[in-house]
C-alpha cells in the first residue's frame, strides 16, 4: 500500500498552512471537506480536471492541512483540524469564516 | 509623482491576501510594520537583496495588505488594518497571532 507523507504537527510551518490555502480552489476544498467530515477526494465537484484536483489535495496534505488516507485504490480526505488548532489556535476557524463570508466560493462555482 | 495601485477594499480578495502571507519574509515585514506602525519600507532588516524587498513590498501592496505612500524618493509602508478588519474581521489578527507564537520569526533571523 502507497504510504504518504504527512507532516508531523510539530513540522506544521505556518507559511505553508497559508500557502496552501491561498488558492480558491484549494481553499473552497478545505471549506467543503470541514463542513462534511472525510470525503472521497476525487467526489468535490470543483471545476478543474482530475490531475489538478490530484495537485491540489498533495499540496493541501504536505502542509499539514489535509489527511488522506488510502484504502484500495481510493482516497479519503479529511482536515487536520486538532493539529492545526494545535499549532495556530482559531487560525483555521478564522479563515473559514473569512471565506464563508467572502462569497468566494460562489464565485468560483459560478464560473463552472 | 509615481502613483502605486492598491485594490480598493471591496476588491480585496482572501486568497490574493492569504498567499501575501504566505512567504516567511512577508509575513515577518507584516508583523514588524504591524508592531511598529508607518515603516519607511527599504529599513526593515530582512535577509534579502533591496530587489527582492521590494518585489515582497509590491505583492503586499498589491493584494491589500499593505499600503504604500511615496514621498519624494522614499516609501513608506502601513498595514491597512482597517480594511482588512473590514473584510475579513479577526482575519489579520488570528493570522499574526499564529506567527508571534510560531517561533518562524526567530528561525528566519538566525538564517541572517
Known amino acids: 500500500m502507497k504510504v504518504l507523507n504527512h507532516p508531523d504537527r ?3 510551518q505556518l507559511s505553508s498552512v497559508l500557502y496552501a490555502l491561498s488558492d480558491p480552489i484549494r481553499l473552497y476544498l478545505v471549506d ?5 467530515g472525510e470525503r472521497r477526494c476525487g467526489d468535490i465537484a470543483v471545476p478543474v480536471v482530475k ?7 498533495r499540496t493541501l496534505r504536505e502542509s499539514g492541512v489535509v489527511h488522506v488516507r488510502v484504502q484500495g485504490t481510493q ?3 479529511t482536515i487536520r483540524t486538532g493539529d492545526l488548532d494545535a499549532r495556530f489556535p ?3 476557524a478564522s479563515i473559514l469564516e473569512a471565506y464563508q463570508n467572502s462569497g468566494e466560493a460562489e ?3 459560478a464560473t463552472t
Open 10 to 12: 510539530q513540522d506544521i
Open 32 to 36: 467543503v471537506i470541514h463542513k462534511t
Open 51 to 57: 490531475s489538478t484536483l490530484s495537485h491540489h489535495i
Open 75 to 77: 482516497r479519503f480526505c
Open 90 to 92: 482559531g487560525l483555521l
Open 107 to 109: 464565485q468560483l462555482l
